[in-house]
């Protein structure tokens, strides 16, 4: 089992290369009388002038938006998209379709893969995302201390970034300690002295410290890269 997942991460990995859950969508009847066709034919593809579909990304702080339209979507997103028709087949179970809006085929259609929609959300969020905060002003350098865990996560309460962060160490069993940096002014000014002796600019969350290395925002291959 563990060998199949890590090969359906890997084919996404490479895919995306270039309230928190999505909506799901209120398909069409027919859609879903088509869906069982549909799955033994293996993903579609989409056509950019196709309008009857939600194309389903991941926007500012976190947050999924839809839209039926490619142009709507920021060139940064477009790596990493779900895509749901609404005049055909829908993926079994808890799939959804994605698809790299960066790299038409031949045709200029988009080929379709099918992933698990937890995966979706945890990649197209880890892509380097994060979500401008500010600190307050007049922050005192705290006092030196003994770190408190090997990976220190500097977030608040509305990012939505960083509560996909969060999840994912949760699932990782990733030890960490959580730090609020507008409800603890303490954590703030830590965050700052910090990001000063690296050169880094405070600014957005989330901020990981892991083993004293700073990385603003969660991108995923970089973190488990440091982890």
Known sequence: MRLVRSAALLALLALACGPEKPP?????????????????????????DNERVILTFAGERGA?????????IPEEARG????????GPRPAGDGVW??????????????????????????A????????????PGLEPPEKKPREADVIVYKTEWCGVCKKLIAYLDR?????????????????????AKAGEQGIKT?????????????????????????
């Not at 990782?172 to 700052?192: C, F, N, R, T, W």
């Open 203 to 227: 600014g957005s969350v989330p901020v990981i410290d892991v083993r004293g290395e700073l990385m603003v925002g969660f991108n995923r291959a970089r973190l488990e890269q440091l982890l």
């Open 172 to 192: 990782k069993g990733v030890p960490y300690v959580a730090k609020d940096v507008e409800k603890d002014s303490g954590a703030a000014a830590e965050l700052q």
């Open 125 to 136: 969020v880890g892509e380097g995302r994060s979500s401008a905060v500010t600190l307050p």
């Open 24 to 48: 799901a969508p209120d398909a069409d009847k027919p859609a879903a009388a088509a869906s069982a066709e549909g799955e033994a034919e293996g993903p579609p593809a989409l056509r950019k």
């Open 80 to 87: 990493l998209v779900r895509v749901t028709l609404l005049d």
């Open 98 to 123: 994605v698809a790299n809006l960066r790299a038409p085929a031949e045709d200029g259609s988009y080929p379709l893969q099918t992933v698990a929609r937890a995966m979706f959300e945890e990649l």
């Open 64 to 72: 999924f938006q839809d839209t039926s339209k490619i142009d709507d």
